[in-house]
């Protein structure tokens, strides 16, 4: 375990207050932190320490945090409020006093962990003035935790992670994507590597198609600021998921060392394409929440341009050039104003059979949120003198029991990271390669395209109608459930 200090950068945001925090309050239920380990939570706005852990406990109250009588009183002797302007160099030398001086440096050894849950506009200014402020200079350890978005294409994402190199190398720098830590994305390794009948047939001889769905019910919220330069694109296929089909797709690691598990959805996400790539825009649908009854347009959210032409869904037909996959397409659909949240990949096999012309695609489903679990669609034949075939569906769920509890992502990121574990985090050369394709998509997506393609999709429906072409015209369906 890790006697440290974590100096959360964005305490007053809602990151801080419904993920990370909550995460480390149920670490400290179940006793997976050290005593010696302190949460600075660093904000712009003038709390006092009471203050804060008062506003905290009415946050948890607000989040139906559970045992929070039990050991919210214990848990609040982490937290010390730290108030500083992000760019102002002084208030970094100050909070640089405050750790040396405090009492957290008796037993912590100045072990430093950095969050930043910050804007995006201060992700630059943050390493730079840790560095000039040289406040790494009384750490024994350290480690910098980088929120996303990790730049808005390959060109800025190097620049920023150039200065974050200045002062943190490779091994010290945790790129996040929440999605990683998510319990059935973890299990997809295992699900594949240790059952040789999902393994198998994982490749372009069986497999006709394979689906990702993430689908979110809410709008943009209070994010437009960030939404309305990001979009869908780049809001959720950039990391998100990318990373699920790397983890779908890639060949079996040489061991499960962080290296070798990287190295394996790197040499994926070098290979993804849009499918037919001469041909690609046909393979793009891109579209944008329209009023629904009751819910207003996205361009009449909060700090959106009235003629907006960001996307707030998107679907893609995919391709991965190697010699496994390289025949078998890959549909994914995002967006935002849909009908209801959930988020699951979906694997169609082919249907090779000939004798009986009335069977069923067998369908491997694995099911993301907010159902938990994987499920397998096969024939067989119905009890009857005649031949009648039906389709079964055989399902394991593994929260779907009352009293199961499966640990928040943030759980699971933020212990390995504590513990020093990259393997669910993203390398460099990982987002450079995610950004690369999502250049190559941009690209296409310039005004003109978006002025002619952009579809609205009423509020709360199943998106543009275009998207059910996009996999119709191969004679295929969704497969969302
Ligand atoms: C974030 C995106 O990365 O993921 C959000 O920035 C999105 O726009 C969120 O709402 C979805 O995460 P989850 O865990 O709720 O599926």
Same mark, same amino acid.
């Given at each position: ?220 919220? +209070?994010?437009?600021?960030?939404? @309305?330069?990001?979009? *869908? !694109? &780049?809001?959720?296929? %950039? #990391?998100?998921?990318? $990373? ?60 959106? +341009?009235?003629?907006?032409?960001? @996307?707030?869904?998107? *679907? !893609? &037909?995919?391709?991965? %050039? #190697?010699?496994?996959? $390289? ?60 031949? +009648? ?93």
């Amino acid at each position: 375990m890790y006697n440290g200090v974590f100096l959360l950068f964005g305490a007053t945001g809602d990151l801080a207050f419904k993920k990370l925090l909550p995460a480390f309050y149920f670490l400290d239920f179940q006793e997976k932190l050290e005593q010696c380990f302190y949460i600075v939570c660093i904000g712009r706005k003038n709390y006092t320490n009471l203050e804060y852990q008062n506003l905290l406990k009415t946050k948890f109250e607000d989040e139906n945090i559970e045992f929070l009588d039990s050991n919210f009183n214990k848990f609040k002797n982490r937290i010390h409020y730290f108030n500083l302007n992000f760019e102002n160099i002084y208030d970094y030398f100050k909070l640089k006093n405050f750790i040396e001086s405090s009492s957290l440096d008796l037993c912590t050894e100045n072990n430093l962990i950095y969050y930043l849950a910050t804007p995006p506009k201060y992700f630059k200014t943050i390493p730079k003035l840790l560095k000039e402020s040289q406040l790494n200079s009384i750490s024994k350890t350290k480690k910098i935790i980088i929120e996303k978005p990790f730049g808005k294409d390959l060109d800025s994402a190097k620049k920023y992670n150039t200065i974050i190199n200045e002062e943190f190398n490779e091994k010290e720098i945790f790129r996040i994507d929440h999605y990683l830590g998510k319990q059935m994305i973890q299990n997809i390794m295992i699900l594949r590597f240790t059952n040789p009948i999902f393994e198998n047939i994982l490749n372009s001889e069986f497999v006709d198609n394979i689906q990702i769905h993430v689908s979110e019910s809410v709008g943009v919220l +209070n994010r437009g600021n960030y939404y @309305e330069h990001s979009g *869908a !694109l &780049k809001d959720m296929v %950039q #990391n998100h998921i990318l $990373q699920i089909i790397s983890l779908i797709c890639m060949d079996e690691p040489l061991s499960l060392s962080t290296k070798d598990i990287r190295d394996q959805k790197l040499k994926i996400l070098k290979n993804i394409t849009v499918y037919d790539e001469n041909n690609s825009k046909k393979n793009i649908v891109i579209g944008q929440y329209d009023k629904s009854k009751d819910h207003i347009a996205y361009v009449n959210e909060t700090n959106i +341009n009235k003629n907006s032409l960001t @996307e707030t869904f998107v *679907a !893609l &037909k995919l391709k991965i %050039q #190697n010699q496994r996959w $390289q025949n078998t397409p890959i549909y994914i659909r995002t967006g935002k104003g849909l009908d209801k949240k959930y988020a699951n990949v979906i694997i169609e096999l082919k249907n090779n059979n000939k004798l009986y012309d009335i069977s069923k695609s067998n369908i491997f489903i694995i099911q993301i949120q907010p159902k938990e679990g994987m499920s397998l669609e096969f024939n067989t034949k119905t009890p009857s003198t005649q031949i +009648n075939i039906d389709k079964q569906h055989m399902e394991f769920c593994q929260n779907c029991n009352i009293n199961a509890r499966s640990p928040q992502a943030y759980e699971k990121l933020l212990l390995d990271a504590l513990n020093n574990d990259q393997s669910l985090y993203t390398r460099w050369d990982e987002i450079e390669s995610e950004w690369s394709f999502i250049d190559s998509i941009s690209k296409i997506l310039d005004i003109d395209y978006r002025k002619k393609y952009l579809q609205k999709y009423e509020f709360a429906s199943l998106g543009p109608k275009k998207s059910f072409a996009l996999i119709e015209n191969d004679n295929k369906k969704w497969l969302f459930k």
